[in-house]
């Protein structure tokens, strides 16, 4: 789990924290050498046990005031919510309950980005893998703006520009051929 980069210090792992993980692993202590790491783990089981609001405090305690790049692996959603993906997996939760982690887990932190991967529309005829692809970027946007929102005045225009980029990024991804994008 990212042993270059913890050497580099581009990690701070007492900041760090994974949500959902589940499924097969490459070894039977994966979970413990990430923990002895100084990362936080909460698989599916203990989140799903403590439920949304709690890990969403988790969340918002373990971060804190750094900067925070997030990424969100689409595979954490159950595979009957997002089946295109490289990496399916029973088990995870709705895309409704993602949604709600996401709006509560991190809402006003320091973002210094974002990224969502392991999006593959070929394996997803139905585009629904897609679709909630783009509304967790719509998500990312608005907690930007909303985080703005709380620290700058905001112009009357600005939340037409967030919606115009989200229409945009929508546009983008359902008139693509769908061989075309891979990771």
Excluded: C
């Amino acid at each position: 789990m990212g042993g270059d980069h913890l050497e580099e210090g581009l990690f701070l792992t007492e900041h760090s924290i994974q949500i959902g993980k589940r499924g097969s692993t490459y070894s039977k202590d994966e979970i413990d050498k990430a923990r002895e790491l100084g990362f936080e783990i909460v698989t599916a089981e203990e989140m799903f046990k403590l439920g949304i609001d709690k890990v969403a405090q988790m969340i918002q305690e373990r971060v804190g005031y750094v900067k925070v790049f997030v990424t969100f692996d689409i595979d954490f959603i159950d595979s009957a919510y997002a089946p295109g993906t490289g990496t399916p997996e029973v088990g995870g939760p709705t895309s409704r309950e993602a949604l709600e982690l996401i709006r509560k887990g991190l809402k006003g932190l320091n973002f210094a980005g974002f990224d969502l991967v392991e999006v593959y529309p070929q394996y997803d005829p139905g585009f629904i893998t897609a679709l909630l692809a783009v509304n967790i970027v719509f998500e990312f946007i608005s907690l930007i703006a909303s985080n703005k929102k709380n620290t700058l005045t905001l112009q009357s225009s600005r939340p037409l520009k967030v919606l115009a980029l989200w229409e945009k990024i929508y546009k983008q991804i359902f008139k693509m051929p769908i061989g075309l994008r891979s990771s």
